[in-house]
């Protein structure tokens, strides 16, 4: 049988690895030919391992030449397209979905899905009159969350809950299960002693992420419990603002930058709990992994947290640092049975909802039209 031929179109890297791999490992490779073309960075050889595709194509194209109609982009584009005769494309957040709309004006049989991971994704005028133009083509948006799908919908651009797609990410449980690090490899990484209650985020250094009120909350933590630590997994360009309010607030000793981690899932054991201070979080895969890692969590009330943990989960309030110090330090304190029961409650919602074989299912579907 004649193969189909995927093409997942990605801005460039580092940023969204693992879930873009899902969407491609998602695809029988027995049906499905998969090319994954980056339109930014050179030639990586690292990445070229990472990537489950049997084409990779790096464009290297210079990030001012992506801007307004970003020809260069949709001829390049349009020519990989007509050259492998592909029948879907998969583009990963909004510029990589203009470049494949754009270039599907010279390829009528495409089907172009675009896939958002990220708010006000469409708030623009320009983007919005793309956005419907794209779907009174018939072309679909998948939104990584139900609360993203609604912010879509909310920009009024004709779509529909059958045009604008929920399907929640997910993540491989059994195969975190197989990697993770224990918790004395994982301590050991972090250069961290047995003895410490170490708090750990892993995220993006940047606004949505609000890591001032997790430092803030954290200073409060360490006047009650003396051992606290707190690792921060990531980078960012807020990275030298937050080092500053670090040693501002006295905490060069306490608290650990760690930079970016390669998969970082594997060394969640060492954290006693995993916080997210996000004021803006349309998913959080990372919640996914720290429920995988059997970690207690402490979240504050964004959206995404509200969708992945669950209506009851207690969640800290936008912005306010008393209130997360206060979550942190009563998980702190919680007796091992409590601490058990909600580890697992976590797991097996994780395995009821975010599973992966629901999502590759929900996704087959809705690039087949069923």
Known sequence: ????TLLQLRYGYPGLEITCNEYLEAFPSAEYAKIVVFLCGPDNQA????????????LNLNKSSLKGLALQGVFKLREICQKNHVDTVLAHRYKSFKIAALAGLFCPSLRLFGVFHRFGSFKPLSRKLLGKWCLKRGHKIIAVSEALQQDILNARMGGTPKEVIA?????????IEKRICSRQEARTFFNLQENQFVVGTISRLSKAKDLPTLLKAFAEVKKRLPMAHLVIVGEGHLQSALEKLRQEMHLDSSVTFAGRVDEAWKVIPAFDVFVLSSIEEPFGRVFLEAMAAKTPIVATSSTGAREVLGSGYPL??????HDLA???VQMA????PQKNL????LYLRLIKNFNRHDFQKKLLSCINGM
């Open 326 to 328: 206060e979550s942190i």
């Open 167 to 175: 399907i929640a990410n997910c993540v491989d449980s059994d195969l």
């Open 1 to 4: 049988m004649n193969k189909k």
């Open 316 to 321: 800290s309030p936008l912005g306010d640092y």
């Open 342 to 345: 909600l580890i697992e409650g």
């Open 47 to 58: 990445i070229r391992r990472q990537v489950p595709a049997d084409e990779i194509i790096f």
């Open 333 to 336: 304190t919680i007796d091992q």
